[in-house]
């Protein structure tokens, strides 16, 4: 049987600030610091970096369905070049979830994350409501 390959992005103890700082593009570094902060008030936990990009709160253990366990994060994002992903533990699960995005505002989906292009494009509320979804428990 074929070994799977190893996760590359993992937590990591690089500087979240010094990283979200580090952007260039001033919009895109206000809205990440924003996101930042609205992610660390609701989850009442500092963020980490995953890789070289990527902010994650709420360490947890997802196990595949063919009993793969991973470690990940239950919310984060990543500033990108042509724009921020968001991602939730819940993605693609429920009529809940579903229903939240819908009424996020100007978004992309992407396989498991959503895609903006500002903050100022999404309604901050169902952000938070989506953070907090995130946060719940589920058993799949």
Known sequence: MAKLAEIK???NEASVMEYLN?????????DSIAIYNLMLQITKEEGKM??????GFKKYVVVSPSKRSVEWFKVGFAPRKNNIS???SMMMYGD???SLIDQ???VKLGKGCVYIKKL???????????ILLSLKEYSF
């Open 9 to 11: 992005t993992k937590e």
């Open 22 to 30: 580090s952007l260039e593009d001033e919009q895109k570094k206000e």
């Open 50 to 55: 995953w890789g070289d990009s990527i902010i």
């Open 86 to 88: 968001l991602y939730f």
């Open 96 to 98: 809940e979830a579903q």
């Open 104 to 106: 996020l505002g100007k």
């Open 120 to 130: 100022s494009d999404i309604n901050i509320d169902i952000l938070s409501q989506l």
